[in-house]
């Protein structure tokens, strides 16, 4: 397995995972939905950057994608 195999294969397994994660919280405070918009807003980068061949892009916003997620849920304004 090549190196970009690899890749391709983690920004998939994390893409299905993100959009699990993002199906099952919400925002509930106004920086939460702050949050949660900019969540969307990386996941989204992520496609347009795996769709055009950029496969580091798309996994460095998948990254940004699960730290907002991480620490929205931490500081708990999302859940």
Do not use: C
Not at 30 to 56: Q, T
């Amino acid at each position: 397995m090549t190196l970009e195999d690899e890749l391709l294969s983690e920004i998939q397994k994390w893409s299905v995972k993100l959009n699990e994660s993002i199906s099952e919280v919400k925002p509930v405070t106004p920086d939460g939905a702050k949050m949660f918009a900019n969540i969307k807003a990386y996941r989204d980068d992520s496609v347009h950057f795996l769709n055009s061949g950029e496969l580091i892009k798309s996994f460095e916003s998948l990254v940004w994608a699960w730290a907002l997620l991480e620490i929205g849920r931490d500081l708990r304004h999302i859940q």
